[in-house]
C-alpha cells in the first residue's frame, strides 16, 4: 500500500469543512489525502486498512522531492 493513515486533520475554509487523512509513506513522506467518502472504494475495519482510488498526481503532488 501507500502508507499507514497515522492522524486525521480537519482543513476549515469560510465555506466548507475538508477532513484529510495525514499518510505517512514507506519512504516516510507525508501525504495528505482528502477523507471523501467519494474516493473510498473499501473500508476494512477487522484489517483496518483503506483502500482509496486517488486523482491522477495527488501523490507526486503531495510528495516531498
Known amino acids: 500500500g501507500l502508507g499507514d493513515v497515522y492522524k486525521r486533520q480537519d482543513y476549515t475554509e469560510p465555506t466548507e469543512h475538508n477532513p ?7 519512504n516516510g513522506d507525508e501525504i495528505l489525502v482528502p477523507a471523501s467518502e467519494d474516493l473510498i472504494n473499501d473500508l476494512d475495519t ?5 483502500d482509496m482510488n486517488l486523482p ?3 501523490v507526486d503532488l503531495n ?3
Open 56 to 58: 491522477e498526481g495527488l
Open 63 to 65: 510528495s516531498s522531492k
Open 46 to 50: 477487522d484489517n483496518k486498512t483503506i
Open 20 to 26: 484529510l487523512f495525514v499518510v505517512r509513506t514507506v
